[in-house]
């Protein structure tokens, strides 16, 4: 049995919001990342409160420690230190989880709310951003397990997908029809493009900006593709930006195909100086809100396509709106290495009326009632499903963490390897 919707709810009036975004990894740099950061201050800027529930000690971002909660503690204590300057009636709560392993505690912060006081409303929701988020590649069975049953626990009702490639993918894994569950393209703040193309520079300046792992399969390209076009006799030059699992293989890949000179891998890139790094460049090659970010400046920006090293929709404004790099068989694909040469050909004008087009697409994006769109439908269980969740939720929160389960396992683990090694 469901409650009504947050919306039929909300429409009675509340003193106060408050707006809750769990997140773990607020200690890195990502797409997630920004969006949280862009959104708390844009919550801030309109007076309306705001908490970052993550990892202790985070400091990406420069977030306000006040508004920062460590997400290892019990669902109660969080849920006070929220309440400790808010008055604890007529507040409505919008808690967000940013990730599967977040959904549990939303999902236990809602019950905490009806123990404190009735006039409290608490809306969960899960906003699925990857097409893969509850069945990661990386992860193990057993944790695709955990996620699903973790998203019938919470309600099916309160995810929210990024784009309809996500919720169709979701749709397969959780054998379920979710075309009832909203999609909510991810938000992005305005700002002015600041992109001009200098006309004596004989050199193509490409840059790449994400993370540094499988999916993102663009990167791993990228070296053959300079040390082809190279051998063509074009001058390009491509910097890499990023951190991630895959670093070693990357810079293994720029050795082999002799592109030292040519290619380099930076490192990480500070969220703050994206804009004024990535607007120098002639071209921008990624996914995400990392392309629609540069886009937005005015870079033409080529959208890649997850898990195909040398696929791309081609310029950013080819895509469906709100596929950021999601496969999709509806949608051509072009060669990254042709596309690429493609610019390299293009006159003055053609690139800035590639630039213009851009720029439209990623405007698209800009908004500031992402959370209320998240949380428009959100419901809330009632009577013994309630409870059951409850439960299931305090047991995978403890199989994420580390318990007496998982140091058994290492310390058994341990001893094997020590007697193999004799």
Request: glycine share 6%; with cysteine; charged share 20%.
């Given at each position: 049995m469901m409650r009504k919707s947050a919306l039929t709810r909300n429409q009675k009036g509340c003193r106060g919001r408050?707006?809750?975004?769990?997140?773990?990894?607020?200690?890195?740099a990502g797409g997630i990342q920004?969006?949280?950061?862009?959104?708390?201050?844009?919550?801030?800027?309109?007076?309306?409160?705001?908490?970052?529930?993550?990892?202790?000690?985070?400091?990406?971002?420069?977030?306000?420690?006040?508004?920062?909660?460590?997400?290892?503690?019990?669902?109660?204590?969080?849920?006070?230190?929220?309440?400790?300057?808010?008055?604890?009636?007529?507040?409505?709560?919008?808690?967000?989880?940013?990730?599967?392993?977040?959904?549990?505690?939303?999902?236990?912060?809602?019950?905490?709310?009806?123990?404190?006081?009735?006039?409290?409303?608490?809306n969960i929701v899960l906003t699925i951003l990857h097409p893969r988020a509850l069945m990661r590649?990386?992860?193990?069975?057993?944790?695709?397990?955990?996620?699903?049953?973790?998203?019938?626990?919470?309600?099916?009702?309160?995810?929210v997908f990024m784009?309809?490639?996500?919720?169709?993918?979701?749709?397969?894994?959780?054998?379920?029809?979710?075309?009832?569950?909203?999609?909510?393209?991810?938000p992005i703040d305005y700002r002015k493009p600041r992109w001009s193309r200098s006309e004596d520079v004989a050199t193509l300046r490409i840059v790449l900006v994400g993370r540094i792992v499988a999916f993102k399969a663009y990167n791993f390209a990228i070296p053959g593709i300079v040390a082809q076009l190279t051998a063509q006799g074009l001058s390009v030059?491509?910097?890499?930006?990023?951190?991630?699992?895959?670093?070693?293989?990357?810079?293994?890949?720029?050795?082999?195909?002799?592109?030292?000179?040519?290619?380099?891998f930076k490192g990480t890139m500070p969220l703050e100086q994206f804009d004024e790094i990535v607007a120098g460049y002639?071209?921008?090659?990624?996914?995400?809100?990392?392309?629609?970010?540069?886009?937005?400046?005015?870079?033409?920006?080529?959208?890649?396509?997850?898990?195909?090293?040398?696929?791309?929709?081609?310029?950013?404004?080819?895509?469906?709106?709100?596929?950021l790099g999601e496969s999709d068989i509806y949608v051509p694909s072009h060669d990254l290495k042709a596309m690429?040469?493609?610019?390299?050909?293009?006159?003055?004008?053609?690139?800035?009326?590639?630039?213009?087009?851009?720029i439209a697409y990623a405007n698209r994006y800009v908004g500031d009632e992402y959370v209320e769109k998240l949380t428009h439908n959100s419901t809330q269980r009632t009577g013994i499903y309630?409870?059951?969740?409850?439960?299931?939720?305090?047991?995978?929160?403890w199989m994420a963490r580390d318990n007496w389960l998982r140091r058994t396992v290492r310390f058994v683990g341990g001893k094997r390897a020590e007697e193999r090694a004799r």
């Open positions: 408050i707006t809750l975004f769990i997140y773990e990894s607020m200690d890195r920004s969006i949280v950061a862009r959104q708390v201050e844009l919550l801030q800027n309109s007076a309306q409160k705001v908490f970052v529930i993550c990892k202790a000690g985070a400091t990406v971002h420069d977030l306000p420690r006040t508004i920062l909660i460590d997400y290892q503690q019990a669902p109660g204590d969080i849920l006070q230190q929220v309440l400790r300057n808010c008055p604890a009636s007529e507040v409505c709560i919008d808690a967000v989880a940013l990730s599967p392993e977040a959904a549990p505690l939303a999902y236990l912060l809602q019950q905490e709310t009806s123990k404190v006081s009735r006039l409290i409303e608490c590649e990386t992860e193990r069975r057993h944790v695709h397990l955990l996620n699903k049953i973790a998203a019938y626990a919470i309600g099916i009702q309160n995810l784009n309809e490639q996500c919720r169709a993918t979701h749709s397969v894994f959780l054998s379920r029809d979710l075309s009832a569950c909203p999609i909510v393209p991810i030059t491509c910097d890499i930006y990023g951190y991630g699992s895959e670093e070693d293989r990357l810079e293994k890949l720029i050795r082999l195909n002799g592109v030292e000179k040519q290619v380099k002639d071209l921008f090659i990624g996914m995400g809100t990392a392309a629609v970010q540069s886009a937005q400046l005015g870079v033409p920006t080529l959208l890649a396509i997850v898990d195909e090293e040398n696929g791309t929709y081609g310029f950013i404004d080819a895509a469906p709106f709100g596929n690429i040469e493609f610019y390299t050909e293009a006159s003055p004008e053609q690139r800035r009326e590639i630039s213009r087009r851009g309630r409870h059951l969740s409850g439960l299931y939720c305090q047991f995978y929160i």
